[in-house]
């Protein structure tokens, strides 16, 4: 491949690139201020299950898109984990392109509509953006609109069905419909491969159905891409775990000729407290399965799931983020999230945590149980809480959380949701003879993703530990390019 | 989509169905079980494997009418289809050559209980089953239990058939008459923990299989965990057989009700419908 110094010269060099950078200059860009998301009332909102986020019109895309200057040396795109080329898609809105915007999206990112969603922009491209970085300014939204050339496109009714090359005949398995898998079989189809993807559950989507709720994240936005790769050629079969309805060694049997794990690291971890295991207390993947992936909130649907009025979700990612905003949607009166490090310190996403204080959930930073106390039905009445302060930096760069002696006290809640983690998927490891993991249980893979055994390749969450949408796509579709590479060497013999 | 191609109906609620579902019935072992999920807004059932026919790609579940799912399920007949269901899960059961094995099981945990002493009886051990239930009429799979004991004792609550009296007697009838190597305990919950009690008393090691609450069956969600051994175990992973002198049978009859209250709405507004 050419230079990509060179060929950001290049593209930024065209005419309309250049025409569209004199149409404005540089000062009036500098000087408008970043657009704000039009999103529902938080207190209409949090007794509703429909997307906070309502999206940019055209005209305020096209206003947001004059804000990027167009820089010769585009940082942000360092940010990108897949290195989307960012300023060309924000100048193809500017210009009205909307579908173009669009395109160039999806030359790097499978999935634009969800990351354009879910992504930590804060900490990735936007982190990086010129304005960020140089003007101490607000930066461009670049996920904002994300966002918005993908749904236009979808909305369009003019989304490319991409081509596909000849069938070459090769059949070839994801194991998980996460968006590892996903972007992995897209890839795959593409270049003419017989493309299977196994899911264990009875729904297609990984941690994008399970998981995220449809207040961040709707549904239909992951069921649309799910539809065209089944229009590329993909087959998708569910309620079939790979390990247990069939080996990897029983489906090579059935000719498949290489392997993608992308099973994702759906164990929850609970922290081994006294009476942890009290009713009421669920780990995060219980409570949102139950709520996004099973209905159970909803009147007609036979999964139950208890309802609180004194929530409390333990930590501070996006998990317990996306608990304890159910919990308000649910009808709790109080939802709370306990945190046993500051505010500045969690790791979800500052919208999420933004959205969450306007929905009114109450954060208790730098506390962390130590006991749950039950009533006679063994139904959580109390948490044991013990206050926390920020001692030396640990091996993460964030100050370590210290316990304060004789700091207890206790409050009363009807339900906790315990989100502090998750671990790797432990089934195929451990039904491949050979396959190399590390010692916290991810399986290890080579520079093209290839892992120990050599027609088996793996990303995402069950080679990172729990990590982000963008990454487990990015392995995806690195997986797919170096399986690729292995098959047709491999013919080759 | 999974078809259903025989119905027989045991007692008033315990109903046998045979279902199509060809990779499961090659790779399930003794031990095994499906979650079986109906309709678009049906809830996901976790139900042990009673037999399959590899050749003809079917599985057995034997099926006891508790709630709005199991009721559902048995009301289904002969060319209708299971929208979803996955297996085997859960660890299949060791089976070795222990000697004399004492098959312990109360009402529906007969189902359970009969691919496990088929292969325990394959193995080479002595097979004493101790069939209990209520009455008479939920007496079930006595024909086929016998087909892999080499001893069958009937106990009865109200004396209706077999011998009157509790599981545990029946157990202690055994153990007081000859040397038992292991034991088996499969039923409701109440039940395996009198059960395990019995065995305790005679240092008999011991197996009980666990029906906690499940959602996903893979690992994933904790909803069917238990305490075993002082340590926090996933049924659904880890079991869901555990040696049965060292679960927490109280904490998990305690989980067990946890939706007791919505579970009995739920049916009788069923049943009204
Ligand atoms: C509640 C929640 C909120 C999140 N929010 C964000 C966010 O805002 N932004 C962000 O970037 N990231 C977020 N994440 C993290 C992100 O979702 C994950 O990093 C990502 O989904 C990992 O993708 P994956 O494809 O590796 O695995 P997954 O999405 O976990 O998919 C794995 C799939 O494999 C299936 N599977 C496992 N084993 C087998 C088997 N043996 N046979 C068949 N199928 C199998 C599983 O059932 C599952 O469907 C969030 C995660 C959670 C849980
Ligand atoms: C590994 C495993 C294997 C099982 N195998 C079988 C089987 O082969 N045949 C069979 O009939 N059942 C089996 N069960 C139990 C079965 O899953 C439950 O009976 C079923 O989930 C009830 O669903 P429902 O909607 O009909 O009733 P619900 O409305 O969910 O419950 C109705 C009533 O039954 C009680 N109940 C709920 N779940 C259970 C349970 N797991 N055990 C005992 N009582 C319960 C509730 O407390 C409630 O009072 C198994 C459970 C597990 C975990
Ligand atoms: S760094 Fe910011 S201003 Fe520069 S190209 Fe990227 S988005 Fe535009
Ligand atoms: S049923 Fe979800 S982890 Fe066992």
């Given amino acids: 491949m050419e230079n990509i110094t060179d060929y950001y010269k290049k593209e930024r060099a065209q005419e309309w690139r250049a025409e569209i950078r004199k149409a404005v200059k540089v000062k009036e860009r500098t000087s408008m201020e970043r657009t704000k998301m039009p999103e529902q009332e938080p207190t209409v909102r949090n007794k509703n299950n429909l997307e906070v986020n309502l999206g940019l019109a055209e005209?305020?895309?096209?206003?947001?898109a004059q804000r990027c200057i167009d820089c010769p040396d585009p940082t942000c795109v360092k940010g990108c984990p897949v290195n989307i080329y960012i300023p060309k898609f924000i100048k193809k809105i500017e210009i009205g392109d909307f579908l173009g915007a669009a395109t160039v999206l999806k030359e790097t990112n499978t999935l634009p509509a969800v990351c354009g969603r879910v992504c930590p922009q804060e900490k990735q491209c936007e982190a990086n953006c010129f304005y960020t970085i140089k003007l101490n300014k607000e930066p461009v939204a670049i996920g904002y609109l994300e966002r918005f050339a993908a749904d236009y496109e979808r909305n369009s009714g003019k989304t490319a069905i991409p081509e596909v090359a000849e069938p070459n005949g090769i059949k070839v398995a994801s194991i998980g419909s996460g968006p590892a898998g996903l972007a992995w079989a897209a890839d795959m189809v593409k270049m003419g491969y017989d493309v299977t993807v196994f899911e264990a559950l009875h729904e297609i989507g990984g941690v994008l159905k399970y998981g995220i709720p449809e207040f961040r994240l709707p549904n239909s936005i992951v069921d649309f891409e799910i539809d065209n790769l089944k229009k590329m050629g993909v087959k998708f079969v569910k309620n079939f775990v790979v390990g247990k309805t069939a080996t990897i060694d029983d489906l090579r049997a059935?000719?498949?000729?290489?392997?993608?794990?992308?099973?994702?690291?759906?164990?929850?971890?609970?922290?081994?407290?006294?009476?942890?295991?009290?009713?009421?207390?669920?780990?995060?993947?219980e409570y949102l399965t139950r709520v996004n992936l099973m209905n159970a909130a909803k009147e007609d649907y036979d999964t139950p799931v208890l309802l609180g009025k004194n929530v409390a979700v333990i930590g501070g990612g996006n998990t317990a983020m996306d608990s304890v905003r159910t919990a308000k949607r649910l009808g709790a009166e109080r939802a709370m999230i306990i945190y046993r490090r500051s505010r500045e310190e969690m790791p979800a996403r500052l919208e999420e945590v933004h959205h969450a204080l306007d929905e009114e959930v109450e954060f208790l930073n730098l506390n962390n149980p130590v006991e749950y106390i039950a009533d006679n039905n063994g139904r959580v009445k109390k948490i044991r809480l013990q206050r926390m302060e920020l001692g030396e930096p640990d091996e993460s760069g964030r100050r370590r959380p210290v316990p304060i002696e004789g700091s207890e006290y206790e409050i009363e809640v009807d339900e906790v949701v315990v989100a502090v983690g998750v671990s790797p998927n432990p089934l195929i490891p451990a039904t491949v003879a050979g396959?190399?993991?590390t010692k916290w249980g991810t399986i290890t893979v080579n520079e093209n993703?290839?892992?120990?055994?050599?027609?088996?390749?793996?990303?995402?969450?069950?080679?990172?530990?729990?990590?982000?949408?963008?990454?487990?796509?990015?392995?995806?579709?690195?997986?797919?390019?170096?399986?690729?590479?292995?098959?047709?060497?491999?013919?080759?013999? | 989509m999974n078809k259903i191609v025989e119905k027989e109906q045991f007692s008033e609620n315990v109903f046998k169905l045979v279902v199509e579902a060809p990779e499961v019935a090659v790779s399930r072992k003794a031990g095994h079980f499906v979650i079986i999920k109906l309709g678009d807004k049906g809830e996901r059932i976790p139900l042990t494997i009673a037999g399959s026919d590899p050749e003809r790609g079917t599985i057995d579940l034997v099926i006891q009418r508790v709630g709005v799912t199991s009721h559902k399920l048995t009301s289904l007949n002969v060319g209708d289809e299971i929208t979803d269901l996955v297996g085997p899960l859960g660890k299949a059961t060791h089976i070795e050559n222990f000697g004399t094995v004492l098959a312990a099981c109360g009402g529906v945990g007969t189902a359970p209980m009969l691919p496990i002493i088929e292969a325990m009886k394959k193995a080479g051990n002595k097979i004493i089953t101790v069939l209990a239930a209520r009455t008479k009429d939920l007496i079930i799979l006595e024909?086929?239990?016998?087909?892999?004991?080499?001893?069958?004792?009937i106990m009865t609550d109200d004396g209706s058939y077999g011998n009157k009296g509790l599981v545990t007697k029946g157990m202690e009838d055994v153990i007081s008459r000859e040397k038992i190597d292991k034991s088996i305990v499969i039923g409701p919950a109440i039940m395996m923990k009198f059960a395990a009690l019995t065995t305790k008393k005679y240092n008999i090691p011991t197996e009980a299989s666990l029906n906690t609450i499940m959602v996903d069956g893979t690992g994933m969600c904790g909803a069917c965990r238990i305490t075993v051994g002082g340590k926090t175990k996933f049924v659904c992973v880890d079991g869901p057989e555990f040696d049965a002198h060292e679960v927490d049978f109280d904490e998990m009859l305690m989980r067990l009700a946890a939706y007791k209250e919505d579970e009995a709405r739920a049916y009788e507004a069923y049943l009204n419908n």
């Fill in chain 1, 449 to 493: 993703l290839q892992t120990s055994v050599e027609d088996i390749f793996a990303g995402g969450d069950i080679v990172r530990g729990g990590a982000t949408v963008i990454l487990a796509m990015g392995d995806g579709r690195k997986a797919a390019t170096g399986m690729d590479k292995y098959l047709k060497e491999k013919i080759k013999k």
């Fill in chain 1, 435 to 437: 396959l190399e993991t």
């Fill in chain 1, 254 to 285: 059935k000719g498949f000729k290489a392997f993608f794990v992308g099973s994702g690291a759906g164990l929850p971890r609970f922290m081994g407290i006294p009476g942890e295991n009290s009713i009421g207390i669920f780990s995060s993947n």
């Fill in chain 1, 59 to 64: 005209e305020i895309a096209v206003k947001e």
């Fill in chain 2, 143 to 153: 024909e086929q239990i016998r087909k892999f004991s080499d001893e069958v004792i």
